[in-house]
T-cell receptor, first 116, second 114 residues
Framework: AQSVTQLGSHVSVSEGALVLLRCNYS??????LFWYVQYPNQGLQLLLK??????LVKGINGFEAEFKKSETSFHLTKPSAHMSDAAEYFC??????????????FGQGTILTVHP | KAGVTQTPRYLIKTRGQQVTLSCSPI?????VSWYQQTPGQGLQFLFE???????NKGNFPGRFSGRQFSNSRSEMNVSTLELGDSALYLC?????????????FGPGTRLTVL
């Protein structure tokens, strides 16, 4: 079974500082990986996704993530945090086959706080 | 293009009642998935529908059911509500049901069971 682990349920940074949100996955087949963001009282918004090809993926709002197969990681970064980045972030892996083909398996989420 | 819409946005029910939640996917999308989000369990997959057929089902009791109509709109039903069913229920749509298809989420329905 596939799984996702997000290291750190809460991350706090200062405005303008680097944002690093960690995600490790477990998958028996090449994974399809996603990062979603959730603002209070809203649904999930896709930030970026990795399917195949270039391992450095750029997304919306200045975020990017790098797929590292050897480390089974897909960490999310942003060079300079903005107050509007404060939200909860979810890493997810797409199932490759079996009885749960297609479903997304999510990590537990990381709440990002940005201080002025 | 309009996004995924879910109705109602908020719902309060009492134990033992049943509830039906509705999801309208993005125009042209044929796959709809449902997820339950709670503080304790996080985001958990309920089921996925494609072309009116349930393709996958998560590990939830039979009280949770769903269906999809010919226009791709979907409903989920929870019977005999329990306190633990209080959650945010999220619907996501995608063009098809393949691995590369991005799931776009609606704003969710907040269900409170008293």
């Amino acid at each position: 079974a596939q799984s996702v682990t997000q290291l750190g349920s809460h991350v706090s940074v200062s405005e303008g500082a680097l944002v690093l949100l960690r995600c490790n996955y477990s998958s028996s087949v090449p994974p399809y990986l996603f990062w979603y963001v959730q603002y209070p009282n809203q649904g999930l918004q896709l930030l970026l996704k990795y399917t195949t090809g270039a391992t450095l993926v750029k997304g919306i709002n200045g975020f990017e993530a790098e797929f590292k197969k050897s480390e089974t990681s897909f960490h999310l970064t942003k060079p300079s945090a903005h107050m509007s980045d404060a939200a909860e972030y979810f890493c997810a892996v797409r199932n490759a086959g079996g009885t749960s083909y297609g479903k997304l398996t999510f990590g537990q989420g990381t709440i990002l706080t940005v201080h002025p | 293009k309009a996004g995924v819409t879910q109705t109602p946005r908020y719902l309060i029910k009492t134990r033992g009642q049943q509830v039906t939640l509705s999801c309208s996917p993005i125009s042209g999308h044929r796959s709809v998935s449902w997820y339950q989000q709670t503080p304790g369990q996080g985001l958990q997959f309920l089921f996925e529908y494609f072309s009116e057929t349930q393709r996958n089902k998560g590990n939830f009791p039979g009280r949770f059911s769903g269906r999809q109509f010919s226009n791709s709109r979907s409903e989920m039903n929870v019977s005999t509500l329990e306190l633990g069913d209080s959650a945010l229920y999220l619907c996501a749509s995608s063009l098809a049901a393949g691995r590369t298809d991005t799931q776009y989420f609606g704003p969710g329905t907040r269900l409170t069971v008293l």
